[in-house]
């Protein structure tokens, strides 16, 4: 059976499209919503993108290879961005993901039911290095030790980034 | 009347958490310059704006009243593109403006979309920031429901529209023409130049591409005049500088200051000096794509031209005695990019710290021309084992041809954001590199260093990944 939109997101959809004059600039938002609805972007939900698009599907192929946000395995609820690029790294960023990795048992790029663990380049959140984004929620200044509250609180209140397609 | 500490402009709202709601952005006066600038015949903005000397504060800094006049004067279907992909590692701007004061940006897209004659408009926001995605989301929609936005922008008759466009994960798409492709709906590839945005950019049409902060000082330009805002700052730049002051500062933080204000004084008097009461080994000025400045280069200010043209500040080489050309005979010193301050201290492994820049380049390489693909990745390969104690003799030198080898060879500005960096921290902190080779060939290796840690989480995941059978 092929794969559908659900109402709202075609719905969404069919109101981007008259921002643009076609509909190949929507194929980001699309895939941010595919996402969202069918957990990541496999084969057939690319192909779903491209028929509703109307777009070839080596087009959308592309597009979805492209960018870092969109992935092509199923991932956790929460998308854990752990920066260490150089302002992070300078106040310690590399202790914060070595934390994470050991608490929750995944390594970089790895991915448990609740989690996806994410090594993830300069989040804008400089002068409050280190930082950690998942989802709408930022987690400044972190230290080690706090690692495990915040696996915590997102176990209790889950961000899945799909919120904001 | 030149700026002072205490001249806030864009910066003014923050910490005002009720102000991205409209009615108290309105009831500060909020949307009342816009109405009286839609009044105004488009030269007469585009010439205040020129005036002002506003430069563009995403990185190249560039005159923004000169680009605004390679629109050609017959074109119709322009297009304004607000920047707001943030992402050069050091800079948290954007970010916070948008959070604090979402309708200063809508309003300063307003009168700037006026002064283009451009109809449809766009902001392209990084995808990670979701958060702020959805406050723009929110106080666009409010512009619309008060008429501010729409098919009769504010009462004139005159269509503006604003379309909140998200990005999905791509340094790369912060480069114009990239981003452009981005908002197209394809990779973000960057573009051959010319032609330029302002002659064919976004679907084919004159395009107008402007940073977050640029555009919210337009209002104030407008309202106050070009003239006063150009006396605010010094030289050819006019205004104040928004910096954010990360790494080993005991605060840092993103404040507006005068263009005035050198980086000694920045780190001393404004972020409480250099953390744990140790002392400053250098610092990177403009976020991690430009050369950094050494402890004895510091009492420069801020400013665009001074990191340019300030012969405090020793020229970048390519080996020792030899200046790196630009071309045509113009020397290298650094830039005041996208105010991205980093500070280091004398405890900081430099050549750690330059690996973890070339890493980003090398991840975030479009891949498409060859002397950046390949470039980026052997110099994060060879700085690497440079900075695990695993160098071997000639790497130094290897390193610097190397990136003499991607500069000024690749389609966009990426591929110099990676080669300046490298031979810049090259120049300024050689003898780290050497020791370290130097080291190495006598078997000492740093067993606790970050690129330790780093290297062996890679290595264990890699190693999960292989036994998953995920490669």
Redesign the interface.
């Known amino acids: 059976m092929s794969l559908e939109f659900s109402p709202e997101a075609k719905q969404k959809i069919a109101a981007l499209r008259q921002r643009y004059p076609s509909s190949q600039p929507v194929v980001l938002a699309a895939l941010h919503l595919a996402q969202k609805e069918h957990g990541d972007l496999r084969d057939d939900v690319l192909r779903m993108v491209a028929e509703h698009l109307d777009l070839p599907y080596a087009h959308v192929y592309g597009v979805a290879t492209f960018y870092t946000m969109f992935r092509r395995t199923p991932g956790g609820v929460n998308t854990l961005r752990v920066c260490t690029n150089v302002s992070c790294m300078l106040r310690g960023a590399y202790g914060v993901l070595r934390a994470f990795e050991e608490q929750l048992g995944l390594k970089v790029g790895q991915s448990s039911a609740e989690f996806t663990l994410v090594e993830e380049e300069c989040i804008a959140a400089c002068a409050n290095a280190p930082a950690v984004l998942c989802g709408t929620e930022y987690f400044l200044d972190v230290t080690p030790d706090q690692v495990a509250g915040i696996i915590a609180e997102l176990k209790k209140n889950p961000r899945p980034e799909g919120e904001v397609a | 009347m030149p700026a002072d500490m205490s001249t806030k402009l864009v910066t003014r709202n923050f910490g005002n958490v009720k102000m991205r709601e409209i009615a108290t952005y309105e009831a500060a006066g909020g949307y009342r310059i816009a109405r009286a600038a839609l009044g105004r015949p488009p030269a007469d903005l585009i010439a205040e704006v020129k005036a002002s000397n506003l430069r563009g504060r995403g990185g190249a800094g560039f005159p923004t009243g000169v680009k605004w006049g390679f629109i050609p004067k017959d074109a119709t279907d322009v297009h304004l593109v607000c920047n707001a992909d943030?992402?050069?590692?050091?800079?948290?701007k954007?970010?916070e403006l948008i959070y604090w004061d979402p309708h200063l940006l809508i309003e300063g897209m307003i009168i700037s979309a006026h002064a283009l004659r451009a109809v449809?408009n766009y902001i392209y926001i990084?995808?990670?920031?979701?958060?702020e995605?959805?406050v723009l989301e929110r106080a666009v929609r409010e512009a619309y429901e008060r008429g501010y936005l729409g098919d009769s922008a504010m009462g004139t008759g005159r269509p503006c529209?604003i379309?909140v466009?998200?990005?999905?994960?791509?340094?790369i798409c912060g480069e114009e023409t990239a981003l452009l492709n981005?908002?197209?709906?394809?990779?973000?590839w960057p573009r051959i130049k010319p032609p330029f945005p302002a002659i064919k950019g976004l679907?084919g049409n004159p395009t107008v591409v402007n940073n977050v902060e640029t555009l919210m000082n337009v209002p104030f330009i407008v309202d106050k005049g070009g003239a006063w805002f150009a006396e605010l700052g010094v030289g050819r730049s006019g205004g104040t500088r928004i910096v954010?002051?990360?790494?080993?500062v005991e605060r840092?933080?993103?404040y507006e200051l005068p263009m005035t204000i050198t980086f000694r004084q920045l780190i001393d008097e404004v972020c409480g000096g250099v953390w744990k009461g140790r002392k400053v080994r250098g610092v990177?000025p403009g976020g991690?794509s430009m050369p950094p400045l050494d402890a004895s280069e510091l009492d420069v200010p801020v400013e665009f031209d001074a990191l340019m043209t300030d012969e405090r500040i020793k020229p970048v080489e390519t080996a020792p005695g030899v200046p790196f050309d630009m071309g045509g005979g113009r020397q290298l010193r650094s830039m005041a990019g996208s105010g991205?301050i980093?500070v280091?201290d004398d405890q900081?492994d430099v050549v750690e710290?330059t690996w973890?820049?070339m890493k980003?380049y090398a991840?975030?390489s479009?891949g498409q021309c060859t002397p950046c693909r390949e470039g980026t990745g052997w110099l994060e390969k060879i700085c690497r084992r440079v900075a695990q104690g695993k160098g071997m003799p000639g790497d130094v030198e290897l390193m610097s041809s190397i990136a003499v080898g991607i500069a000024g060879n690749t389609i966009c500005a990426l591929g110099d954001a990676a080669a300046w960096p490298m031979l810049g921290f090259l120049t300024k902190f050689r003898a780290d590199f050497e020791a370290k080779v130097n080291r190495a060939q006598y078997g000492q290796v740093h067993a606790n260093s970050?690129v330790a840690?780093?290297a062996s989480?890679?290595a264990?995941?890699r190693q999960?990944?292989e036994a998953e059978g995920?490669a």
């Open positions: 943030e992402a050069e590692p050091g800079t948290c954007d970010r449809h990084r995808g990670e920031m979701m958060r995605y959805l529209h379309t466009h998200r990005g999905a994960g791509a340094y981005s908002l197209e709906g394809k990779r973000g679907f954010c002051v990360s790494g080993h840092p933080g993103v990177i991690s991205g980093v280091f900081t710290l973890r820049i980003f991840h975030e479009c970050q840690l780093a989480a890679e264990r995941a999960a990944s995920v």
